[in-house]
């Protein structure tokens, strides 16, 4: 019931088992929760008027239920606790019996409900949405695809960012490569393997001189190509000073169908000289051309990466987190991620922040014995090393063999017709084994062996 797979390890038996319990603890919880929100929806639904609303707002659970008319559904705005938001769009399907009144039960939980399915959900609020009709039955909602359901789900505030890791691309010599951009590798398996969720990505990139301009090219799957001859690329950008952020770094997304079915990606970067500054940022109206260069790259500042996914999640009958049909929106951050959905349910965010690319330029760029010599020299002994202990791991190898071998006695004849295999043990217990020689004597009963 523990183990996982062919793993009976007692680690992983105890991992399974605390997993069990903890979900099995958790789904009670979340029974008891929701036979009393229902409870307390139910009691609000009979006496709540049009206009009236009620509000339960605590350090876990933020519960908020207000009558109106069918017609101002339409372009409502709801504002929750920890800048939680929802909108629903001016055209909608909801399916009614009469134009009578309607109740919002809308509901805000400090985490959102875990699973099994490796969502990455542990850092997000849940929110929830449920239109009622005077009867107590919940009605279902549905847009189209132009128009949308608006989410804001917020993050766990105490959600600590890794910082931002320094590209040191200045150090990188002109006359020692060819490449036109900077390349750097995204992984994102690591996020949608499970399930085949789709996941959003938002590259940002801080340079240490503001007033410097870039192109940012990036291919998936593949690695991208841009010069006079060659255009391999599934899209690019202008990174101009007035693109920066309040926080003074360059903001590029991508949402989750721009990546879905990818297993990776490559971003390029250079730098822009001053003749493209000049034509590409300040001159707005040639902003639709691409600036091509054969030139390798030739940083003049360093400049700061950090890469993050961030996934929109609805949970199905199963209580399992799912991600079709939800599109990310490019409002989402560090804070909140923007959800777009065409229905109403229980909606969680997903954030992972990637591991730094590996800036194979510089490590080439560096690689040389001058400057790694004390990295050179212990690769060089351990080599050494390992292989004297093969050779000599080989040399008893042989010895054991021939231990383990039949060794026929001096006095054997070839006329014999019977032989005898006697084998010596000591025991299998710790330091059982022993120096001695062993003498035997076999003897029959015409004859016996000599000593």
Request: proline share 3%; aromatic share 12%.
């Amino acid at each position: 019931l523990f183990a996982n797979g062919n793993d009976f390890s007692s680690e992983t038996i105890e991992k399974g088992r605390n997993n069990y319990y903890q979900k099995q603890t958790a789904d009670t919880i979340n029974s008891q929760m929701t036979k009393i929100t229902s409870l307390i929806t139910n009691t609000l639904n009979t006496h709540l008027n049009i206009g009236q609303n009620f509000t339960l707002n605590s350090s876990e659970v933020f519960l908020s239920m207000e009558t109106i008319s069918i017609s101002s559904l339409s372009n409502k705005f709801i504002q929750q606790s920890g800048n939680t938001q929802i909108r629903i769009p001016s055209t909608f399907n909801l399916t009614i019996n009469d134009n009578s009144s309607i109740s919002l039960r809308s509901m805000t939980q400090a985490l959102a409900l875990a699973d099994n399915s490796q969502s990455n959900t542990n850092l997000s609020r849940s929110v929830s949405l449920t239109i009622l009709d005077r009867y107590g039955n919940e009605l279902p909602l549905r847009t189209n695809l132009n128009e949308k359901i608006e989410l804001i789900i917020p993050h766990d505030p105490n959600t600590i960012i890794p910082s931002m890791t320094l590209q040191n691309v200045t150090s990188i010599q002109t006359n020692s490569h060819y490449q036109i951009f900077n390349l750097h590798f995204i992984n994102l398996q690591q996020s949608q393997s499970v399930n085949n969720r789709s996941v959003s990505l938002s590259f940002e990139m801080k340079p240490l001189d503001i007033n410097q301009s870039y192109l940012l090219i990036y291919r998936f799957d593949s690695s991208p190509q841009l010069n006079s001859s060659i255009s391999q690329i599934d899209g690019w950008s202008l990174l101009c000073p007035s693109n920066l952020t309040n926080d003074t770094f360059y903001k590029y997304f991508l949402n989750n169908a721009q990546t879905f079915g990818h297993q990776s990606i490559i971003f390029g970067i250079r730098e822009l000289n001053l003749t493209e500054y000049e034509t590409f940022c300040i001159n707005q109206s040639v902003n639709n051309n691409l600036p091509i260069s054969n030139q390798p790259f030739n940083f003049t500042s360093n400049y700061e990466l950090r890469t993050y996914t961030a996934c929109c999640y609805y949970l199905d009958e199963n209580s399992i987190w799912r991600t079709d049909g939800i599109l990310v929106g490019s409002e989402t951050s560090h804070y909140q991620t923007q959800c777009f959905s065409n229905h109403l349910t229980t909606f969680a965010g997903g954030f992972l922040v990637l591991p730094s690319p590996i800036n194979w330029n510089y490590v080439f760029q560096n690689a040389d014995f001058s400057r790694n010599k004390t990295i050179y020299l212990t690769i060089i002994c351990i080599c050494i090393l390992y292989i004297f202990i093969v050779i000599y791991a080989r040399y008893k190898d042989k010895k054991d063999l021939e231990k383990l071998g039949v060794t026929p006695l001096s006095d054997n004849y070839s006329t014999d017709q019977y032989f005898y295999q006697m084998i010596v043990f000591t025991g299998h217990r710790a330091n059982a084994g022993t120096n001695s020689k062993v003498h035997f004597i076999l003897a029959g009963e015409e004859d016996e062996t000599a000593v």
